[in-house]
């Protein structure tokens, strides 16, 4: 198996962990005040769409074919990884102040983000030096 | 599979996701009891100290 296709598995695999992480690793399930949703719920609600589109883009890497294409999908999915680690920053959207069931969450989707990150930036990497020819 | 076939499938799933963001499937249920959620609001806090925690956790900034 080539390195791009070790690559693009990693990829996918990562993103579908990321995706279903909240319901293996809960967070707060409770409501402030008993009425509204926490900030971590809002949060991980745009955590579940930014990690939708990175399994999206990660299953593409096994159709495309040209290296161009391949770079850019690989910079977007670093991109989205990005995405993955800021929004649970509080000058983000941000998570509950105390410690509680999200801290937990946002502890391992945050080691995922940043290995999606790196994912992302292996496959630039990778594709870079194939269109420049060095490598086939 | 082509991209174009693929492109098809990647709509559905995004269909999908957004349905199952938009009933709840993605998260753990939420509590429907009024117990505390965070250990800093238990016991030693008195009842307007409870309240302001509640508030310090809470939701949307403005």
């Known amino acids: 198996m080539n390195q791009y296709k070790i690559l693009s598995w990693t990829a996918l695999l990562i993103s579908l962990v990321l995706l279903i992480l909240p319901r293996i690793v809960p967070i707060c399930t409770g409501l402030a005040g008993g009425v509204q949703p926490m900030q971590c719920h809002y949060a991980y609600q745009a955590e579940f769409i930014v990690t939708l589109l990175a399994v999206i883009l990660s299953g593409s890497l096994f159709v495309l074919t040209t290296s161009e294409a391949r770079l850019l999908n690989g910079l977007v999915i670093l991109l989205l990884g990005g995405i993955i680690l800021i929004l649970p920053q509080p000058w983000a959207i941000g998570i509950c102040p105390e410690a509680g069931a999200c801290h937990k969450t946002t502890f391992f989707i945050t080691i995922g983000g940043g290995l999606l990150t790196l994912t992302g930036a292996l496959l630039i990497w990778l594709n870079s030096r194939k269109s420049r020819g060095e490598i086939q | ?62």
């Open chain 2, 1 to 62: 599979m082509t991209l174009q076939r693929y492109s098809v499938f990647a709509i559905i799933l995004f269909l999908i996701g957004v349905f199952t963001l938009f009933s709840g499937f993605n998260r753990a249920p939420f509590r429907q009891t009024p117990n505390q959620e965070h250990p800093a609001q238990h016991s030693q806090a008195l009842p307007e100290q409870t309240q302001t925690a509640a508030a310090i956790c809470s939701p949307v900034r403005q």
